[in-house]
């Protein structure tokens, strides 16, 4: 997995969870691209779904039948590299790592992709706040299912 030289991925770099994964519940995506020791995620896992290997440098692999999608790793990790997606039918959901002033649940927000622009709206079904985490926040944003690969961020726009 490589990111451009702006510093984000391309859909044709990331390995995302096949359909009937991604259809069942969460389930985790690594958009983790340097290689740099590093491996929180890894001994975060309480199933043991991420894999690094003996070179701590390497980048992290999650086994995506594994993954029970309970959202720890993305808290840990200091890159706020991992997100977990999940879709049915029509409806797709993104959590995603937070470290800003959060916003309400219920709220419509214009949501980002990778390079920061508006690609459609969405809802903040969910806030929480997991007790493995400090004060990072796990925020679950509602959409479009199609979307569910793109989102990456979003924008309050009261
Ligand atoms: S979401 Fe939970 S089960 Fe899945 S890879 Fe992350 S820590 Fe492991
Ligand atoms: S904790 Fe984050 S930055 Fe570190 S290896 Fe895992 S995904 Fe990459």
């Known amino acids: 997995m490589k990111c451009t030289k702006l510093g984000y991925f391309t859909d044709d770099t990331i390995d995302f969870p096949p359909l009937e994964r991604l259809e069942k519940r969460f389930v ?4 983790c691209g340097q290689e740099i020791p590093c491996n929180p995620c890894v001994d975060a896992c309480p199933v043991g779904a991420i894999t690094i290997g003996e070179n701590i ?5 999650i086994d995506f039948q594994r993954c ?10 200091p890159g706020l590299s991992i997100f977990m997606a999940h879709r049915k039918g029509d409806t797709g959901w993104v ?3 937070y470290e800003l002033f959060p916003p309400d649940e219920g709220e419509e927000v214009d949501l980002l992709d990778r390079q920061g622009k508006k690609v459609g709206r969405g809802v903040v079904e969910k806030i929480r706040r997991l007790k493995q985490h400090d004060r990072t926040l796990l925020i679950t944003l509602r959409m479009a299912a199609d979307l569910i690969h793109a989102v990456r961020g979003f924008r309050r726009s009261g």
Request: charged content about 5%; glycine content about 14%.
């Open 28 to 31: 985790a995506v690594a958009e």
């Open 57 to 61: 440098n390497h980048i992290p692999h």
């Open 68 to 77: 029970t999608g309970c959202g720890i790793c993305l808290g840990v990790c």
């Open 95 to 97: 959590t995603l790592p």
